[in-house]
């Protein structure tokens, strides 16, 4: 069993930054491909970043090149680092993690799940 608890959103203009942060319990967490996805109002939930237990990582189109993700395994924790934030990336950002260790856009891919943290983004 793996528990997730992101932490980290909030409020920011847009132009401005949030890190995002996944707590994960569990023994096996450095196997796991780790997931951030998001949920916008009336939309759907949605692939962000993701990464693999051996350090790759793959990113949306949307937010390539103004998101990171990365993991610590020593502290089972996967950062979202977001830079130049947008109104469009108001959403509710969910931590996700993937016992069949290879990342995937497709959330059905993804076995554990967070509650999810809110980031709006004011323009």
């Known amino acids: 069993q793996v528990q997730l608890v992101e932490s980290g959103g909030g409020l920011v203009q847009a132009g401005g930054s949030l890190r995002l942060s996944c707590a994960a319990s569990?023994?096996?967490?450095?196997?796991?491909?780790m997931g951030w996805f998001r949920q916008a109002p009336g939309k759907e939930r949605e692939f962000v970043a993701a990464i693999r237990s051996d350090m790759y990582t793959y990113y949306a189109d949307s937010v390539k090149g103004r998101f990171t993700i990365s993991r610590d395994n020593a502290k089972n924790t996967v950062p979202l680092q977001m830079n130049s934030l947008e109104p469009e990336d108001t959403a509710v950002y969910y931590c996700?993690?993937?016992?069949?260790?290879?990342?995937?856009?497709?959330?059905?891919?993804?076995?554990?799940w967070g509650q999810g943290t809110q980031v709006t983004v004011s323009s």
């Open positions: 996700a993690a993937a016992t069949g260790r290879d990342i995937s856009q497709n959330e059905h891919s993804y076995n554990y």
């Open positions: 569990g023994r096996t967490f450095s196997s796991y491909a």
